[in-house]
């Protein structure tokens, strides 16, 4: 089996030690190395989770004058994403383009997924902008990535306005999109438009989340002391034979706690709640 093959075998059993040591070997032995080593070695540690080592091989190619390419780059920056490093992800997507490589949507998405992991919203959404400029389209993973980032920071209002461009652009949001849209109005104390994308949900056909779309939207009326809703959205899920789970009941009951001791007459099972 050539040195090539036998690194490749590494990466597909996640052997990435394995990887180095045959590389380290061949150097040590004089072997003849071609860059489809060294990119076979990249993989081999990306798959294995070891960002630092991925980032060492690439470094060690541009020192034998064997320049990576937009495969390797991408290998790169999917093990700084999984290692949460985004600040190195954002640093190769860098060097790719000034080294004159066209980056593709899917490493993009990738450096965007980096910065969503740490609530870097401002960069992801910078990131976004660039893809356009760079005549690159947006998919439903990147703007999934960029909401999901807004949610992270708080930014309720970025949150929406991403989940509208989708829509201008012709990209139908999913399930993911939306939930993070209402993860986000929930965590700014916006239970309106909170409720206004469970709503949109259900026109679009999507069947939305217990957890990720009902109880955020639920926690959503209760920080906005919004007990009628509230019970609402508890209505609909039994309605639907959807499970309600500890946060939707805990939500719930908190919102009449609200409503309660702001002066409103707490609820009965005969009490009407607003229909959605």
Not at 156 to 167: G, I
């Amino acid at each position: 089996m050539s040195l090539e093959a036998s690194i490749k075998n590494c990466g597909l059993t996640k052997q990435w030690s394995a990887a180095l040591r045959l590389l380290r070997e061949g150097v040590q032995y004089g072997v003849q190395l071609v860059p489809s080593h060294y990119f076979a070695t990249v993989s081999a540690c990306r798959k294995g989770g070891q960002w630092q080592h991925t980032l060492s091989v690439l470094s060690e190619m541009w020192v034998a004058k064997l320049e990576p390419n937009v495969i390797s780059y991408s290998a790169g920056i999917s093990a700084c994403e999984k290692g949460r490093q985004w600040q190195r992800a954002l640093a190769l997507l860098s060097e790719m383009w000034e080294a004159k490589l066209e980056s593709d949507v899917i490493s993009c998405n990738t450096g965007i997924s980096a910065c969503e992991k740490v609530g870097q919203w401002q960069r992801a959404l910078a990131l976004l902008s660039e893809m356009r400029e760079s005549k690159l389209q947006p998919t439903l993973v990147s703007c999934n990535a960029g909401i999901s980032a807004c949610e992270k920071g708080e930014q309720w209002q970025q949150a929406l306005a991403l989940l509208s461009e989708m829509q201008e652009a012709k990209l139908e949001p999913d399930v993911i999109s939306y939930s993070a849209g209402i993860s986000a109005c929930e965590k700014g104390g916006q239970w309106q438009p909170a409720l206004a994308l469970l709503s949109e949900m259900r026109e679009a056909q999507l069947e939305p989340d217990v957890i990720l779309s009902y109880s955020v939207g639920i926690s959503a009326c209760e920080k906005g002391e919004q007990w009628q809703w509230a019970l609402a959205l508890l209505s609909e899920l039994r309605e639907a034979k959807l499970e309600p789970d500890v946060m939707s009941y805990s939500a719930g009951i908190s919102a009449c706690e609200k409503g309660e001791s702001c002066g409103r007459r707490s609820w009965s099972p005969t009490s009407s709640a607003p229909a959605l």
